[in-house]
């Protein structure tokens, strides 16, 4: 008897011991579903991202971040130009797509023949820069009208005593971005006023080519976004532009305030609405471009958004939900 009181006493500490182990294996389940739903959980798959070459370096540090927090999840990011990325994001090839101008009206088109539902987030601003090799010491300042004189297709080729008395009977050789780009359409809009450019321009949607050839040649003039020329300063020269106040050269503070004009602007990513929905490394991605949008803008030489701006873009992202 006292063996088997023994034995009793065994079995009903066994039951105990299972049945709490039971209770913790169905708490911690619960919480693994929680976590599975929210901030912190590790996600896999690809994000496709293409379009504007100026926003290629936010974009491109965004990623590399990105990636640290999120190993298993693959992004590409192109750079075919805003023109390009809107036609590939039309195609349904790309979740987002970068732009440094808004969207046109027929693209808008594109995109509701195709069913595809979008949202424009704004990330920064740019300045757009019109610089000159470094060994140019004539050229101080350039007015709208002389920036326009010089860029338009007159039928015969310029030399920079044509846009100013007193400058070298040279003529000027010019380096553009593409003509898929954001940064072209944005200066053939506001400089060209949608006339022809000069033809005799070298074309390029790798900014990096442009800068190459302005610093190469001594009676080049080039235009593209403000980090580049940054990351570029030591090797060329920036060209004050005089809005109708007097010249200004762009900077953050005259990028943010707007006194750079009429050459400051804002850059955007565009989203796929159906894959935000969809696919949760998207929406991940997104979440987390939007939330460090303006550290990583200032870091390769932009100029950040005031706050208020990222938190109504956070909310934006929330409603396609």
Request: with cysteine; charged share 25%; aromatic share 10%.
């Amino acid at each position: 008897m006292k063996k088997l009181s023994q034995f009793a006493v065994i079995v009903l500490m066994m039951l105990v011991i299972n049945a709490c182990g039971n209770g913790d294996n169905n708490n911690a389940g619960g919480n693994n579903n929680n976590n599975g739903g929210g901030g912190g959980a590790q996600l896999s798959g690809n994000v496709k991202v293409d379009g504007s070459s100026t926003v290629y370096p936010i974009m491109e540090a965004v990623v590399e971040e990105y990636g640290a927090e999120q190993p298993d999840v693959k992004v590409s990011v192109g750079s075919s130009g805003t023109g390009g990325g809107f036609k590939s994001f039309a195609a349904g090839e790309t979740d987002l797509t970068n732009a440094s101008r808004p969207i046109k009206d027929e693209e808008k088109q594109q995109l509701q023949t195709k069913g595809i539902d979008y949202t424009e987030f704004r990330l920064a601003f740019d300045g757009l820069s019109v610089v000159v090799n470094k060994d140019n010491d004539w050229v101080d300042h350039l007015t709208v009208d002389e920036l326009r004189k010089m860029w338009l297709e007159t039928g015969s080729p310029k030399k920079w005593s044509d846009i100013r008395k007193g400058w070298p009977d040279q003529e000027i050789k010019y380096y553009s971005p593409g003509t898929d780009s954001g940064t072209f359409d944005y200066f053939n809009e506001v400089i060209l006023e949608d006339k022809p450019m000069v033809e005799s321009a070298t074309l390029s949607e790798d900014d990096n080519i442009l800068v190459q050839g302005v610093r190469g040649d001594k009676n080049s003039i080039g235009y593209f976004g403000f980090a580049y020329y940054l990351e570029n300063k030591d090797d060329i020269k920036v060209v004050p532009i005089d809005g109708g106040k007097g010249p200004v050269e762009p900077s953050h503070d005259t990028i943010q305030s707007g006194e750079y004009s009429p050459l400051s602007r804002p850059l955007f990513v565009y989203a796929s609405n159906k894959a935000v929905k969809e696919k949760k490394e998207v929406n991940d991605f997104l979440r987390f471009t939007l939330e460090n949008a303006g550290e990583f803008s200032e870091d390769v030489g932009y100029v950040r958004l005031p706050d208020d701006e990222y938190k109504k873009d956070i909310q934006s992202l929330e409603a396609i939900k």
